[in-house]
């Protein structure tokens, strides 16, 4: 079992920026066997929507509506998931959760149904 915990999130301007941080606790063994961690953000009224992903190779996908403001990065020494949001703009508030699996992580981008450990959440509110 993975436990993932979310933190970060917070009220910005628009154009500001904010880092999400996603700590992933567990066994050892079962942490080291997590191939693909990402970001999901769900707004009031609508469906989880995949904001980004990255393998444990490094290799990452966007969303079309983040790409060029949003980075993923991982810290594998201290299992630990990244999200540095810039530029932000009010449609980018939402509540935001981290996500793994054991699963590599697809080319495209991330799918709710593709992830097994969820976190609770950190909401992100942007101000026009």
Same mark, same amino acid.
């Given at each position: 079992?993975?436990?993932?915990?979310?933190?970060?999130?917070?009220?910005?301007? !628009?154009?500001?920026? $904010?880092? =999400?941080?996603?700590?992933?606790?567990?066994?050892?063994? +079962?942490?080291?066997?997590?191939?693909?961690?990402?970001w999901f953000r769900q707004a009031p009224?609508?469906?989880?929507?995949?904001?980004?992903?990255?393998?444990?190779?490094?290799?990452?996908?966007?969303?079309?509506?983040?790409?060029?403001?949003?980075?993923?990065?991982?810290?594998? !020494?201290?299992?630990? $998931?990244? =999200?540095?949001?810039?530029?932000?703009?009010?449609?980018? +508030?939402?509540?935001?959760?981290?996500?793994?699996?054991?699963?590599?992580?697809?080319?495209?981008?991330?799918?709710?149904?593709?992830?097994?450990?969820?976190?609770?959440?950190?909401?992100?509110?942007?101000?026009?």
């Amino acid at each position: 079992q993975v436990q993932l915990v979310e933190s970060g999130g917070g009220s910005v301007q !628009a154009g500001g920026s $904010l880092r =999400l941080s996603c700590a992933a606790f567990g066994v050892t063994y +079962t942490i080291n066997r997590i191939d693909c961690m990402g970001w999901f953000r769900q707004a009031p009224g609508k469906e989880r929507e995949g904001v980004t992903d990255i393998n444990r190779a490094g290799n990452t996908a966007y969303a079309d509506s983040v790409k060029g403001r949003f980075t993923i990065s991982q810290d594998n !020494a201290k299992n630990t $998931l990244y =999200l540095q949001m810039d530029s932000l703009k009010p449609d980018d +508030t939402a509540m935001y959760y981290c996500a793994a699996d054991h699963s590599w992580c697809s080319e495209a981008t991330p799918r709710r149904v593709d992830f097994a450990y969820w976190g609770q959440g950190t909401q992100v509110t942007v101000s026009s």
